[in-house]
């Protein structure tokens, strides 16, 4: 076994116990961390096969982003592990049958939908090497050659998500105390402090069925 093969397991064994210990963890906090272990992990593996492309945007686009946003709402939420809990069992029996047909699916794929009966042909490109291929140069020049209205859309489907989520985020509601950054600067003393001038002494109320005159104040 050469060493190629062995980082390969290795990665793979760590993997493999990273995702087992996303979905036993009892606290979130823990599941989100192994869940960043295993896409590091999987992200070698792809650097194995030679996809480095893929390999940095799992671990720029998932553990810089999606990662980092999903243990920041883990750890403001207050969640209730007990709650979570419940029915998992009567919920289990579905969960299994789901879970084997899925590993049974990638079985077959990985079985017989990589078989590749010859090399691939390398392509010169300015500038490179005829005997070398770059995937990410390749990727980049068949996204914005063949693929280019396709990834134009994307980019456009994108804007409109961004613009909505920045829409929803600004719009005014009534229930919200929220004050302007321009308003706070403006405000003076006086709109802060009220003065208000009361009596030094005041009469005692009579109680009840008490006919006695009280006490006028001076």
């Known amino acids: 076994m ?5 980082l390969f397991y290795a990665f793979s064994a760590i993997l493999l116990f990273a995702a087992f210990r996303v979905v036993t963890a009892r606290n979130p906090v823990h599941a989100a961390l192994y869940l960043v272990l295993s896409f590091f992990q999987a992200a070698m593996i792809w650097m194995l ?14 553990v810089g982003a999606v990662m980092v946003l999903f243990l920041f709402v883990v750890m403001m939420l207050d969640i ?17 049958a789901v879970g084997t047909l899925i590993a049974l699916e990638m ?38 050659s063949e693929y280019v209205f396709p990834v134009q859309i994307a980019a456009v489907i994108l804007l409109v998500a961004i613009i909505a989520a920045i829409a929803l985020t600004l719009r005014e509601r009534k229930d919200s105390k929220h004050i302007g950054a321009t308003e ?31 006490e006028k104040k001076p």
């Not at 990410?136 to 068949?142: A, E, N, Q």
């Not at 802060?192 to 109320?205: G, I, N, S």
């Open 184 to 214: 706070q600067i403006r405000v003076k003393a006086g709109d802060r402090l009220r003065l208000v001038k009361l009596d030094a002494t005041r009469p005692t109320p009579p109680l009840a069925g008490d006919s006695a005159p009280t």
């Open 107 to 144: 079985a077959a794929v990985l079985m017989g939908g990589f078989r590749i009966s010859e090399e691939p042909k390398a392509v010169a490109v300015a500038g490179q090497a005829a005997g070398q291929v770059s995937n990410t140069r390749d990727l980049g020049i068949l996204l914005y």
């Open 2 to 6: 050469d060493l190629k093969a062995g």
């Open 49 to 62: 096969l030679k996809a480095e492309f893929l390999a940095i945007a799992l671990v720029l686009v998932y």
């Open 80 to 96: 209730n592990i007990d709650s979570m809990r419940q029915g998992f069992w009567r919920h289990f029996p579905l969960a299994g």
